[in-house]
């Protein structure tokens, strides 16, 4: 049987865009639902991993973020980072201080809490990482990563 290749401006298969494009939902809802599953018993949710993985990179752990570079580094607008960022200072997992180059600024840090949370986490994160990609091999990973890098700077323009 011969597919009819319905395509839009770009020369873009839209039934090949139409079903990369609900893939891509449906990994992100497994994402958020199975690896929930792996930090539950640190009693933090997917986005609150994020944040705090956000938080301990390197180039940033010591110094911390401010609100408008947690929102544009993990793409969230202020109202939803703000509910995570106040559940994570409730739980004294993050602390806010003013920025000492900008007092109407607050910069964001791993708390000390916060931190042993997150050395907690990283066993149950590997051991998720390793069950999503254990069907794929380093290289396809990195191409994996590379071609989801590209297409989010596509959206980022779009």
């Not at 395509?7 to 990994?27: E, P």
């Not at 539950?40 to 609100?67: E, F, K, N, Y």
């Not at 993990?74 to 109202?79: A, F, G, N, P």
């Not at 806010?96 to 916060?114: H, N, T, V, Y």
Request: charged share 25%; aromatic share 8%; glycine share 6%.
């Amino acid at each position: 049987m011969v597919r009819q290749v319905s395509t839009t401006g770009g020369g873009v298969d839209f039934d090949i865009a139409n079903r990369l494009f609900l893939r891509l939902y449906q990994a992100s809802n497994l994402m958020h639902r199975q690896g929930a599953r792996y930090v539950g018993a640190q009693g933090a949710t997917t986005q609150q991993w994020a944040v705090l993985a956000a938080l301990a990179r390197p180039p940033v752990r010591d110094g911390g973020m401010s609100v408008k570079e947690l929102m544009a580094f993990l793409d969230l607008s202020r109202q939803n980072l703000t509910a995570v960022l106040d559940r994570l200072e409730g739980r004294a997992w993050i602390a806010r201080a003013k920025d000492e180059d900008d007092a109407r600024s607050r910069r964001i840090r791993l708390a000390p809490q916060g931190r042993a949370v997150w050395a907690a986490m990283q066993s149950p994160i590997e051991s998720f990482f390793g069950a999503a990609l254990s069907d794929f091999a380093l290289d396809e990973q990195v191409a994996l990563y590379k071609l989801l890098d590209r297409l989010k700077t596509k959206l980022e323009s779009a």
